[in-house]
C-alpha cells in the first residue's frame, strides 16, 4: 500500500495509481513460459528441417501468437519499471500517458495467449482467418512532451525486443531450404531488422545526450516506429506467407470508414443499439423499457446515432469485428448501461464513428442522455477499453422514472 508521502509525491507530479496495471503485469507473466514453449518449438522444427513456409500452419500461427502476447507484455512492464526507477519516490504511480500506453498493451496479452494455446492445442486452427495479420500494436497515448522515463522504458522494451527478434530470424533463415525461391522475402526481413535498429539506435543517441523536451517528440517517434517493425517482423517470421503482401507499418494508418445505408430518424427500431445476444432480457424488463424510451426522448440527433450504429452493423456484417469473447470462448454480453450495447472484437483495422480502431481491440457504442436534464450534453461514443464481466447494472434513465 502506498505511504501518504508517495501518494502526496505523485499527486503533485499529476500522477495515477498502478495498482491495477501491476495486476495485469503479474497475470501476463504467463507469457514467458509460452515464449519458452514456442523458442523451443522453432529450434525442433530448425532441427528438423521444417521450412515454416511450407510447415504446419498451427505452429507459425502458436509462434506469431505468443511473440505478440510478448511484445506486448515486454513494452508495458518496461515503462512502469523505467518510471519508478525514475522516482523510487512515487514507485506505484505513473504518469497518465504511461497508464494509458501499458493498459492498452496488457489488455491484448490475454487473447494473444489464448489464441497461442489453442494453436498449440489444434493444428487445425488458424489465426489468421480469424484476423487480419500482421496486426498492429495498439494506437501509441499522446503526451507533450512525453516524459523522459517514457521514453527510456520503451527504448528498454526496443532492446529487449530486438534480441528475440533478431535470434528467431537467424533461426528461421536456417530452416529455410529453398532460399533462393524465397530470396526477395529474406532480404524483405533483412531490410526491416536493419531499419528498426537504425531508429532505436539513433533514439539511444539522441537520449544519452540529455535531451530538452523539445526534442522528446523525435526520441519518440523514432523508438514507436522500431517497437512497431519488430512486432510486425517477428509476425512475418513466424507466418512467412504473408510477406508476399506486406506493405509496411504506414500501410494500415489511413482506414476507411464503413460504408453504410442511409438510415430514417422516423421509423426505426428503438432496441437497435442493444447487444442483440441480450435484447430480449433487456425488452422484458419494464425499466429498461423506460430507459430506452427516455434516452431516445433526449437524443438531439437521432440520426447521427443511428448512423454509428449503422457502420457498426455494417462492420459486423463485413467480419471486420465480431462479438468479445474471454479466454473459453464465451461471449461478454452487454454493456453495463443503457442501451446495454454488445461489446466487440476488432479483427481487422476500421473507422467506426470517427474513431479508429485495431486488430485485437475491444469496443463498445456508449449512448447516454443521463446529464442532460442537468444541462449535461447527450453522449455518443466509441469507447476502447479492456472490458471485463460484472454484476452491475445502469439504467441511466436521465427523470429517474422506473415505470412502464
Not at 34 to 39: D, M, R
Not at 47 to 57: A, F, I, M, S
Not at 106 to 126: D, I
Request: negative net charge.
Amino acid at each position: 500500500m502506498a505511504t501518504l508521502m508517495t501518494r502526496m509525491a505523485a499527486a503533485l507530479k499529476g500522477e495515477v495509481r498502478a495498482d491495477e496495471l501491476e495486476a495485469y503485469r503479474r497475470a501476463g507473466g504467463i507469457v514467458y513460459t509460452e515464449l519458452e514453449q514456442a523458442e523451443s518449438l522453432r529450434g525442433r522444427l530448425a532441427l528438423e528441417g521444417v521450412n515454416l513456409w511450407h510447415g504446419p500452419q498451427g505452429a507459425a500461427g502458436q509462434l506469431l501468437c505468443v511473440w505478440n502476447a510478448f511484445v506486448l507484455q515486454a513494452i508495458g512492464e518496461h515503462l512502469l519499471d523505467a518510471d519508478y526507477a525514475a522516482d523510487p519516490r512515487t514507485s506505484g504511480f505513473v504518469p497518465p500517458v504511461t497508464a494509458q500506453q501499458v493498459g492498452a498493451c496488457f489488455a491484448q496479452v490475454e487473447g494473444w495467449v489464448s489464441r497461442a494455446r489453442q494453436a498449440a492445442g489444434n493444428p487445425g486452427y488458424l489465426v489468421e482467418q480469424e484476423l487480419l495479420l500482421p496486426a498492429d500494436l495498439p494506437e501509441w497515448a499522446e503526451a507533450d512532451p512525453c516524459p523522459l522515463p517514457h521514453l527510456h522504458g520503451m527504448l528498454a522494451a526496443s532492446r529487449a525486443i530486438r534480441q528475440h527478434a533478431e535470434v528467431a530470424l537467424g533461426v528461421f533463415e536456417k530452416t529455410v531450404a529453398d532460399a533462393d525461391r524465397h530470396m526477395d522475402a529474406l532480404r524483405r526481413l533483412r531490410q526491416l531488422v536493419a531499419e528498426a535498429a537504425t531508429a532505436a539506435d539513433y533514439a539511444e543517441g539522441l537520449l544519452d545526450t540529455d535531451p530538452n523536451p523539445r526534442m522528446h517528440e523525435a526520441i519518440e517517434q523514432r523508438l514507436q516506429r522500431a517497437l512497431e517493425i519488430y512486432y510486425h517482423l517477428g509476425q512475418l517470421t513466424a507466418m512467412p506467407q504473408l510477406i508476399a503482401d506486406y506493405k509496411g507499418v504506414d500501410a494500415r494508418r489511413a482506414v476507411p470508414p464503413v460504408a453504410t445505408p442511409p438510415v430514417n430518424p422516423r421509423s426505426f427500431d428503438p432496441w437497435c443499439l442493444t447487444d442483440p445476444q441480450k435484447r430480449g432480457v433487456w425488452q422484458a424488463d419494464p425499466r429498461a423499457r423506460q430507459a430506452i424510451k427516455e434516452m431516445w426522448e433526449y437524443d438531439p440527433d437521432a440520426a447521427h446515432t443511428l448512423r454509428i450504429q449503422a457502420e457498426i452493423d455494417a462492420a459486423f456484417t463485413s467480419g471486420a469485428i465480431t462479438y468479445a469473447t474471454d479466454a473459453g470462448g464465451k461471449p461478454y454480453g452487454s454493456y453495463y448501461c443503457c442501451p446495454w450495447a454488445a461489446i466487440y472484437l476488432v479483427r481487422r483495422p476500421i473507422v467506426i464513428g470517427g474513431t479508429r480502431l485495431r486488430t485485437m481491440q475491444q469496443f463498445t457504442y456508449e449512448v447516454s442522455a443521463e446529464d442532460v436534464p442537468k444541462g449535461g450534453r447527450f453522449k455518443r461514443e466509441i469507447i476502447v477499453s479492456n472490458f471485463r464481466p460484472t454484476d452491475e447494472v445502469d439504467y441511466c434513465d436521465p427523470d429517474g422514472l422506473h415505470g412502464d
